[in-house]
């Protein structure tokens, strides 16, 4: 199974979800972000190394990917059995989805997507309402999860060691509602 985290704005959290995701799956990472988020946490921590196409070994490869669009990420989200798309619940990440949002749909590809919400805070304050009613009525042809990963230590840690705690239910929980195994 390929699933590509993609969202063309920064700091959305790919390669925290991407991270978190490896942990609980017995998967390969591609790192495909010049920025190489994942492949600088892994040379510090040696967790999660990154391998490139030819070193694939297992059935679950997961695709992080940079926050721009680039031509590989148009053949990517073609070859993908999965997009997920992680998502705050703040208008940046709102309006910058428009982007993605129109390349799915002009592919013919948003039934393979699913936005995530992450970094979410209790109690769900207006902001939070309004804002997910806007996700609601603008992405209507994008799956959104049932399950929000939480604003926790555990996932603001997670480039640097395995996920733990109520983040590792949040992560279980979404891996279950998509069944990904």
């Known amino acids: 199974m390929q699933i590509l985290v993609a969202n063309i704005k920064g700091g959305c959290g790919k390669s925290t979800l991407v991270s978190a995701l490896a942990d609980l799956l017995d998967a390969d990472i591609i790192d495909h972000d010049n920025q190489g988020t994942i492949r600088v946490s892994s040379s510090f921590t040696g967790l999660r190394v990154p391998v490139t196409y030819e070193k694939i070994t297992k059935k679950i490869v997961l ?41 799915l749909k002009k592919l013919n590809m948003t039934q393979k997507a699913v936005i995530v919400f992450n970094e979410i805070r209790k109690p769900h304050n207006n902001t939070y309402k309004e804002v997910k009613a806007l996700y609601e009525s603008n992405y209507s042809e994008i799956k959104k999860a049932k399950t929000e990963l939480s604003n926790l230590i555990s ?27």
């Open 63 to 103: 695709h992080d990917t940079p926050p721009y669009n680039t031509g590989n990420l148009k053949s990517l989200i073609q070859e993908v059995d999965l997009i997920l798309i992680p998502c705050k619940l703040m208008y940046p990440d709102l309006l910058a989805l428009r982007a993605l949002s129109d390349e």
């Open 155 to 181: 996932f603001s840690r997670v480039l640097s060691e395995p996920v733990t705690g109520k983040a590792l239910e949040q992560v279980k929980s979404l891996i279950s509602e998509l069944s990904i195994y």
